[in-house]
């Protein structure tokens, strides 16, 4: 008894060659074609996989475009118009300094550190803290964290300067040199 199925025409699957190879053996007569995640995938990938491809040339034209163009008079970027971290970190400033405000205001007038906390919704330790501090706390900014790609950035930056830009043959040569520069 054979398992083919021969009313099939089209088989849709993934790159997997276990499918082809059942597509194959249970209906031999039917066109084998990518699924749709697969397709859009391939038509997603596509635009980066050309911009890799051209790269060296579109970093030239940049830079000549670059030579030819007159500098142009500094403007002030409005808020609306800051990337959104920046915008966030700003709204999120603005939102402290109207609680340690509205905490300020409340201890002036004689409420307790439990009434402020329960009022503004607040923890009674940032509370008490923000009273006896007297002063807007500002949010600390950390240090960036060192990257693991931190001692190779020099390196990384001229091997993409002379055209350097194939993953595995940058990985080999970080290996051969070492690879662990501290």
């Not at 966030?88 to 939102?95: A, F, H, I, V, W």
């Not at 970080?174 to 690879?179: F, H, R, S």
Request: some cysteine; hydrophobic content about 35%.
């Amino acid at each position: 008894m054979s398992n083919r199925i021969t009313a099939i025409q089209v088989v849709s699957r993934d790159r997997s060659g276990v499918y082809a190879t059942a597509a194959r053996e249970g209906a031999p007569q039917a066109r084998q074609v990518a699924d749709r995640w697969h397709l859009l995938k391939n038509i997603g990938d596509e635009p980066e996989r050309m911009m890799y491809r051209h790269m060296p040339l579109i970093r030239l034209v940049v830079r000549e475009l670059s030579l030819k163009k007159s500098p142009e008079p500094e403007i002030s970027v409005p808020v609306a118009s800051l990337r959104r971290p920046e915008r966030l970190k700003q709204q999120t400033r603005k939102k402290r300094h109207q609680h340690w405000t509205e905490v300020m205001a409340l201890h002036n007038k004689g409420c307790s550190f439990r009434e402020i906390s329960r009022i503004t919704g607040l923890s009674r330790v940032t509370v008490s803290r923000w009273v006896r501090s007297g002063t807007f706390p500002e949010m600390s900014t950390r240090p960036p964290k060192r990257g693991l790609l931190d001692p190779w950035r020099e390196w990384l930056k001229e091997q993409r300067e002379s055209g350097n830009y194939n993953a595995s043959r940058i990985w080999r040569e970080m290996v051969a040199q070492g690879g662990d520069r501290q």
